[in-house]
């Protein structure tokens, strides 16, 4: 059989990639006997090998019976590195036969060996097959470590084929596959496909610069560093390409940190939202686009707690980096950090602390521990709301350890940190823009009805044609109202009322005028308009009474009136009396009949305007009162705390 | 120690109660509530007064037989309400308004949280954290 020639080099007959070259020789050195280096490997170990990978028996007794081992009688390296292949293909779906052995497969998985320590998350994957772990763990790993990580990882690095989803640790049996998690919303469409995806997986060896997302099995099964979401975020010409393509696996990289590919297009959904990397992103408009991701409103709160370091309610690039980069593992399945992971701190301090919380992180070994980001969390928290002196402590040690990972804003960390200080202090001690909307709102409840009301009836009076009509620099001057109101609202009624007002006096001033061409009642109230220009100040409340009674007439006679000039005094002293007709006037009798009329009618509608005007007399009385009252309550409480307030 | 500490809405409906565990929790929700009576009375007391963080901390609300209850009111009249222990005589004032101090900042870092509703009872483990740290320390 082919096990014949297979024996006689293993790298000639079976075409390993670099990648799987690394990965069966760290297999290989687990499985190893002893260390004599026959090459011979201890069958126990590779049977544990071989049930961790969680075939079946029988496919595992035609692997053995293909690779060549069941022959030989044992496992040489050959036959290891077949039986390996063989388990790929089986694992994958394809027929065990040594036809498979030529493809190019995923890296056979197998459950419950701790392969890697700076693959693994968790020291023994939960569930898993134990027997294999203490047995190939021990050894394995530390030679595992230095050897496979240089030989076999950092071609993962680079975004070229490796698409197999290796992540041995992991039990395929232990989750479901997960149904594809596409962001409909996002533009680009990452499919999340579970381990059915690896069926897909030699269709897609072709598909080299698409570097996809391959989708977790379950949050607490990994086993190494799933790092898939980071080779993920490709090009946006792959976006559409998405589906069920392989992963790239960084598998030596923190899943924290974010890819090129993934800045990349991260910075173009940060442009999406705001044109100026420099800018900011509001804390709507974020939270609008984050919504799109489906995830649960708590996760997205507590992923904006972890991302928005200096707490201003808004997304700088970095902080929305961060966001975006803690949404897409979460959508992988990865569990939220309790912290903010080291690699996704805003790229000013890229410190190499030891990672937080979540199980994959936990066995990083590589990255140097320092104090747990947690801490570091709180003690910036912290330092953010007591002195600087805090700060201090904690500053030196985020200087010290630098990765330079992102290509972020070249900022000290203590620059950042005072501007959180800084931020965060006066935060509180200012008053917010809740208390402003409040006092805000304080204001508007009381004046509204007095306005209105007289403002309804006014308009019914014609007082805006009358405005309209009246002397520009009237109007101006009836601006001024009294003081005692409160500005806001008041300011047109008050206007208006004034302008009533002055007609008012026109009645009493009547007589004055009688003997003029004009008719007497109407050209009153519009010489009283131009009068009142100079006197506004001396506006009060009486006016406003006066005012409307006076409009009436005023109205249909405006043109005419235009004649008079301003001679009364003051019209102070015009007291809000009802109107008072003098007898006919004198001018001509032919016009006595049609002035009476007028009169009558003028009479009439500024008894109305009187009476509404009395209204509110009456009601800002009301106010003046308990405004009064309040004015000497808050007095006489001052002078209660005044002693208080020494306490 | 700490006993708890409380942070109440404006329309006076709890946002946020922790307490240790030893205390009973439904005593210190009841002197929490109770409390609420004489806030309102300081507060309007006090008047309309501006931003001035003095007029913020309301100080000891009132002492009973076994703890003493301290307020705390913002300008959007968010009460916090920290109730400690009587027995716990090393509880200075200027420590009591720092603790207020930082129950503030963190729970403007909740505001500012975009996914976090006004109303909302408190879900922040950031603001978790810091009520926990505050309640064990001074311990």
């Known amino acids: 059989m082919e096990q014949e020639s297979g024996a006689a080099s293993a790298g000639t007959f079976i075409p390993l990639n670099e990648r799987e070259h690394g990965f069966y020789s760290g297999l290989h050195a687990l499985c190893q006997a002893d260390s004599s280096g026959t090459g011979t490997l201890s069958s126990c170990k590779v049977a544990t090998l071989f049930k961790a990978s969680q075939l079946p028996p029988e496919t595992l007794h035609k692997v053995t019976e293909v690779c060549g081992a069941k022959r030989l009688g044992y496992f040489g390296v050959t036959q290891f590195y077949v039986a390996l292949k063989l388990l790929a293909a089986a694992q994958s779906g394809l027929p065990i036969r040594l036809d498979s052995v030529t493809t190019n497969l995923p890296l056979p998985r197998f459950v419950g060996l701790q392969i890697e320590p700076e693959l693994q998350y968790s020291t023994i994957p939960p569930g898993a097959d134990v027997q294999g772990a203490p047995c190939g763990s021990g050894p394995g790993s530390s030679s595992w470590t230095p050897a496979d990580r240089g030989g076999t990882f950092r071609p993962l690095e680079t975004n070229t084929e490796k698409k197999e989803a290796w992540s041995p640790p992991r039990s395929p049996c232990a989750s479901p596959p997960r149904s594809p998690v596409i962001y409909h919303s996002y533009p680009y469409n990452q499919q999340r496909n579970g381990l059915d995806a690896q069926t897909t997986y030699e269709s897609k060896h072709s598909s080299r610069p698409t570097a996809q997302l391959e989708q977790h099995s379950s949050p607490s099964n990994y086993g190494t560093k799933p790092t898939m979401e980071h080779s993920a975020i490709a090009q946006a010409s792959s976006v559409e390409r998405l589906d069920q393509q392989a992963v790239v696996y960084h598998c030596n990289e923190d899943p924290w940190r974010i890819t090129g590919e993934q800045l990349e297009y991260y910075t173009n959904q940060f442009k999406s939202l705001q044109p100026d990397l420099g800018a900011l992103i509001l804390g709507a408009v974020a939270k609008h686009f984050f919504t799109k991701s489906k995830l649960p409103i708590p996760e997205l709160s507590h992923i904006w707690e972890l991302s928005d370091v200096d707490r201003d309610g808004a997304l700088t690039f970095s902080e929305f980096c961060t966001a975006f980069h803690l949404i897409v593992a979460r959508k992988n399945g990865y569990p939220l950090p309790e912290s903010l992971p080291v690699s996704l701190q805003p790229g000013l301090t890229q410190q190499e602390e030891h990672i937080p919380d979540t199980p994959e992180d936990q066995s990083i070994v590589e990255l140097q521990s320092g104090s747990t980001t947690k801490t570091q969390d709180k003690t910036e928290e912290s330092s953010q709301q007591d002195t600087a002196s805090v700060r201090a402590g904690p500053a030196p040690e985020t200087l010290t350890l630098r990765l330079p990972a992102f290509p972020q804003r070249p900022e000290p960390p203590q620059d950042l940190d005072t501007q959180w200080r800084t931020k965060t202090r006066p935060r509180s001690y200012s008053s917010t823009s809740i208390e402003d909307a409040m006092k805000k709102a304080e204001e508007p409840p009381t004046p509204p009805p007095r306005p209105q009301k007289t403002h309804s009836r006014a308009s019914s009076l014609d007082l805006n044609k009358l405005f309209q009509q009246g002397a520009p620099g009237l109007k101006s001057g009836w601006l001024l109202h009294p003081p005692a109101l409160p500005p806001r609202p008041s300011t047109s009624q008050v206007s208006q009322t004034q302008q009533i007002k002055v007609q008012q006096p026109n009645f009493a001033d009547f007589t004055h005028f009688r003997e003029e061409e004009e008719s007497p009642e109407k050209p009153d109230e519009q010489r009283l308009c131009s009068r009142f220009g100079p006197s506004t100040e001396d506006l009060t409340n009486p006016y406003k009474q006066e005012a409307p009674a006076g409009s009436h007439s005023q109205a249909p006679q405006k043109p005419a009136r235009r004649k008079y000039h301003p001679e009364t005094p003051n019209p102070d002293a015009v007291p809000p009396a009802a109107v008072q007709f003098p007898p006919p006037n004198k001018l001509t009798q032919r016009l006595l009949s049609k002035q009476k009329r007028e009169i009558q009618m003028a009479i009439r509608k500024n008894k109305e305007t009187n009476a509404v005007l009395t209204r509110l007399n009456s009601e800002l009385q009301q106010q003046l009162k308990v405004a009064h009252q309040e004015r000497v309550t808050l007095e006489s409480q001052l002078d209660l705390v005044r002693p208080l307030a020494s306490t | ?139």
């Open chain 2, 1 to 139: 120690w700490r006993v708890g500490i409380a942070v109440i809405a404006k329309e006076n409906y709890p946002l946020y109660i922790r307490s240790v565990a030893s205390q009973s929790e439904l005593k210190f929700h009841y002197t929490v509530h109770t409390s609420l009576d004489v806030v309102e009375e300081k507060i309007s007391a006090v008047g309309k007064s501006l931003g001035d963080q003095r007029e913020l901390y309301l100080g000891l609300l009132y002492p009973t037989e076994d703890y003493k209850v301290y307020g705390y009111v913002t300008n959007s009249k968010v009460k916090f309400v920290i109730v400690v222990d009587s027995s716990n005589t090393s509880l200075r004032d200027n420590e009591i308004r720092s603790m207020f101090r930082k129950l503030h900042n963190s729970f403007t870092d909740v505001m500012c949280n975009p996914f976090h509703n006004p109303g909302d009872p408190i879900q922040s483990k950031a603001f978790d954290g810091i009520v926990s740290g505050m309640m064990v320390q001074t311990g």
